[in-house]
């Protein structure tokens, strides 16, 4: 081999494993001793690595009586962590403007009075829920070192009716809690507000509808004062109806908001641990994973942000999809056209899945995976349509193509409807469709190309270039969103070539929007989590989204604009010695400990089993 040709051999390598990789490579031929037919139906490498973050999942047995007592004591912990972080939210909670209702209080009122002891108690209590959650993981998907870091399934798990009270005794105080670290539900109200009075709400804002003196618009944050409203026509006409209900009561819609948030919260633990089952998951490692996270409680319930009906309802439809396609009996009556009962719940999930794209159009995203899973169904796969000869190409992919434009037509289909039904029939009309760029004028550290663009733009101002931030933000965003496209895509191709589950592919692509979204929250990362809670098995998705959701939900605290570095770090400090306390009064074996044990051995009969 000459040395000009030695030098190309590695390039022509490198080009030949990028083309096996994308699928894209022609099949050897008989003279390379590889039958053709077995090259056409080769899957190719799409999503073989983020394949590996499923495993199944073996059920396990109850805990023992030892461990019950351990899980009660971070129960305990955890509630006890939600009642300060109540009284602390008195102070540091979103409270409206106007119509307080705790003003005047003797009691009540002294949070809103000892600012820095309210932030204390606010950052106590939420350490303290974290860390009862990463406590009480050990009896979900077990001790890190032991089963986590080596991805296998614990011993013993805590049963369902466990976490499901564990859940509820944790969200309790937060429920009669003000807002938490958002003021997004005032912008909820003031918009409902103008939909109510018969106003446009995505042309008028709430100063120009309201007027800047109202009750309502008072407490909307100054940035989103004049702007209209980004969210879906559902949840605006439930909005509206809650308008009409509480009129300008603001704490009593902040309280029907919160129902509505709850119910979301509902759904999403009826839907999530049967997922999980379907995908071969512990039920209850879902749950404590996606519904018992810490973001959950303080964001969805807490923040009272849309989310949770939006996530709700599409796992709810997600489920209710997967029921009918990957069940055994028939989409269609036999020689009819009609709908079996099967169908019926196909067309069912597909329409929840339109209207939670009617709250917030990300979980539209849900129905291109469905629509895979149904196509499956329907006799598509992936390789017949990469690595079929030319000549041959359309025999071989005739019913895969026929199959994916079927299972997109019935899906579209569904999805007009109900928008049209719901855009109409709320009588909102179509005007969302060009607020869905609203959050752009936020600029997230959480957003990976806002942040970068952000970063670069500094770096010119500090070199004298004068600030092109905006103008950097103008092509970084577009271009990530570009990006976040190729990965969907590609994470499609992957679900239909049966290498990744349907559920775990929308995961993955819910975190590829959030990382390349223009604008990002703490709370948007729930979107991927919750979904892939329910697939996604392995150590290094479950050690990462640990660690994520623990670092984000202590970091985002209840500060306010003018809350100076002292305080601040005085309130930390503070925060964490009261957690340091509780947590030895909790779990340290202590003289009280031991004199209560003894106590209660006393009172029991010596002659009592129970008697230790």
């Not at 300008?248 to 908001?257: G, P």
């Amino acid at each position: 081999m000459s040395e000009a040709n030695a030098e190309r051999e590695p390039d022509r390598s490198r080009v030949h494993k990028v083309l096996d990789y994308a699928g894209l490579r022609r099949p050897k031929t008989a003279r390379t001793g590889e039958n053709v037919d077995q090259g056409t139906e080769r899957r190719g490498d799409y999503g073989k690595t983020v394949a590996r973050l499923h495993d199944d999942e073996r059920e396990v047995g109850p805990l023992d009586a030892a461990e019950n007592r351990r899980l009660l004591r971070i129960k305990l912990f955890g509630a006890t962590g939600s009642i300060l972080l109540l009284i602390g939210s008195l102070g540091t909670g979103q409270i409206p403007v106007l119509q307080n209702p705790v003003a005047g209080m003797r009691v009540l009122s002294l949070p809103s009075r000892m600012w820095s002891t309210a932030l204390t108690l606010s950052i106590g209590g939420t350490i303290m829920l974290v860390v009862a959650w990463l406590l009480i993981g050990r009896f979900a998907v077990g001790r890190f070192s032991v089963e986590v870091l080596q991805g296998r399934s614990p011993e013993r798990r805590m049963t369902r009716r466990q976490a499901d009270r564990t859940l509820m005794l944790w969200i309790a105080p937060i429920i009669v809690a003000p807002p938490l670290l958002s003021k997004d539900i005032y912008s909820y109200l003031a918009q409902s507000a103008i939909a109510h009075r018969g106003m446009d709400p995505y042309v008028i804002s709430p100063v120009r509808g309201l007027g800047v003196d109202h009750v309502l618009t008072r407490s909307v944050p100054n940035l989103w004062r004049d702007t209209p409203a980004p969210y879906g026509p559902l949840f605006l006409w439930i909005g509206k109806g809650i308008t009409a209900v509480t009129g300008d009561n603001i704490t009593a819609a902040v309280f029907a908001h919160r129902i509505v948030a709850l119910v979301g919260i509902g759904l999403i633990v009826w839907a999530l641990p049967r997922l999980a089952r379907r995908c071969g998951v512990s039920s209850v490692a879902a749950l404590w994973l996606g519904a018992m996270n810490p973001l959950v409680i303080l964001h969805l319930v807490g923040g009272i942000h849309n989310e949770a009906l939006m996530l709700g309802m599409m796992l709810v439809g997600i489920e209710l999809c997967f029921r009918a396609v990957y069940g055994t009996e028939r989409l269609r009556r036999p020689g009819s056209v009609w709908p079996s009962s099967a169908g019926w719940i196909l067309i069912a999930g597909v329409a929840v899945i339109s209207a939670s794209a009617m709250v917030k159009v990300a979980s539209m995203l849900a129905l291109g995976f469905v629509g895979i899973a149904l196509a499956q169904r329907w006799g598509a796969y992936l390789p017949a349509l990469r690595h079929a000869p030319i000549r041959d190409w359309w025999q071989r992919s005739k019913r895969s193509v026929a199959a994916l434009s079927a299972s997109a037509s019935f899906l579209a289909v569904v999805l007009i409807v109900v928008m049209v039904g719901i855009s109409a029939g709320t009588g909102l009309g179509f005007g969302w469709t060009k607020t869905l760029s609203t959050g752009d004028i936020v600029r997230s550290w959480m957003s990976m190309p806002t942040l970068l663009s952000v970063t670069t733009g500094r770096i010119a101002l500090a070199l004298g270039l004068g600030d092109q931030t905006q103008a950097i933000l103008e092509v970084g965003r577009p271009l990530g969103e570009l990006v976040a496209v190729i990965f969907i895509v590609r994470w499609m191709l992957a679900c239909l070539a049966g290498r990744l589950h349907p559920l775990g592919a929308l995961g993955v692509s819910m975190a590829t929007v959030v990382l390349f979204f223009p604008f990002v929250q703490a709370w948007y990362l729930l979107w991927a989590v919750i979904p892939l809670a329910a697939w996604a098995t392995r150590p290094w998705f479950r050690i990462t989204t640990i660690a994520v959701s623990a670092i984000i939900a202590i970091v985002v605290m209840p500060t306010s604009s003018n809350t100076s570095g002292v305080v601040l770090a005085q309130g930390l400090l503070a925060g964490v010695i009261m957690v340091a306390v509780m947590t030895a009064l909790f779990f340290e074996d202590l003289p009280i400990h031991r004199w209560w044990r003894s106590r209660r051995r006393d009172a029991v009969p010596a002659d009592d089993p129970d008697r230790r």
